[in-house]
């Protein structure tokens, strides 16, 4: 089947996608912003494939979204949807390194054991105050209102430690009655406050010194490094869609900053 999408910034059309509430607020909230499409393959706006053995043939869908602004480099998400229980939004935001500004993380995967709720502003350099001082108090208060109210996700591996904020709001979610109300009473409010604060930010965001936005590069570098290496859904996205074909995705589309 081919995807009528000509561009990253067309709607996506994967129908039952349980995130796509998300990624709707999430266009309305950028559309303040004058964005213009992020160009993106026509091999990576859209892919399907069948897994699952012959007797029970399943589909995967995977849609790409993006844009860029005049502050944001990068703004993509990775929709996907396979069969009925697997679905995936993993949705970062990039800000040019020419602002004292973190990266906007959102990963939400529903897997069969359980939905995994991952939402941060990254910092691009952790230990420096100048970059932290801007978000983290307030983001620390946005992050206490909402984690109190959540399951924990539990341990995350300790050399990812280092790329999230106090303010990283994780949390595993058993598949059961009360899920879907957590989702809706407060993982899409959380979202919207998160990503509302992220944009504020954005709105009043400064050009910063060429020797500063070098110290920005060198970390947001970093990040994407760590991100493309380390990313959790490799393996998954090599069973649906092929070794190359991954590597590609992972490393020129989803973290092409290196
Ligand atoms: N994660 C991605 C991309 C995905 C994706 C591009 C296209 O970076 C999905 C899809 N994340 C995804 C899946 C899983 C996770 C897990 C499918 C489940 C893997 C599994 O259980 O089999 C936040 N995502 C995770 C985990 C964390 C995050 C902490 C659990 C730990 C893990 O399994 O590694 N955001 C994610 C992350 C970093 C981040 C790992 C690292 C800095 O910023």
């Given at each position: 089947m081919q995807s009528n999408r000509n561009n990253s910034l067309e709607p996506i059309s994967i129908?039952?996608?349980?995130w796509a509430y998300f990624l709707d607020e999430t266009i309305k909230k950028f559309s303040i912003f004058e964005p213009s499409p992020y160009p993106i393959n026509n091999d990576f706006l859209f892919r399907e494939s069948l897994f699952g053995s012959s007797s029970n043939h399943k589909k995967v869908i995977l849609e790409t979204w993006g844009l860029k602004t005049e502050k944001i480099r990068q703004a993509r998400c990775a929709c996907l949807q396979a069969g009925e229980i697997t679905s995936v939004m993993n949705l970062v935001i990039s800000p040019f390194n020419n602002y004292d500004l973190p990266f906007f993380g959102a990963d939400f995967v529903t897997l069969p054991n359980g939905h995994l709720i991952a939402l941060d502003l990254q910092p691009a350099l952790k230990d420096d105050i100048i970059h932290t001082k801007y978000f983290l108090p307030k983001l620390k208060s946005i992050h206490a209102k909402w984690q109190s109210k959540l399951p924990s996700g539990g341990d995350i591996p300790s050399d990812a430690q280092q790329y999230f904020s106090p303010g990283f709001l994780w949390s595993r979610i058993p598949l059961d009655e009360d899920a879907d109300k957590l989702i809706s009473q407060i993982i899409k409010p959380a979202f919207d406050e998160y990503l509302n604060f992220f944009l504020d930010l954005v709105g009043n965001a400064k050009i910063i010194s060429k020797e500063r936005s070098l110290k920005l590069l060198h970390g947001q570098r970093k990040y994407m490094r760590y991100r493309a290496k380390k990313d959790p859904a490799r393996g998954m996205l090599r069973g649906f869609f092929g070794n190359s074909w991954t590597e590609s995705y992972i490393n020129n589309i989803l973290f092409d900053l290196q």
């Open positions: 129908s039952n996608w349980r």
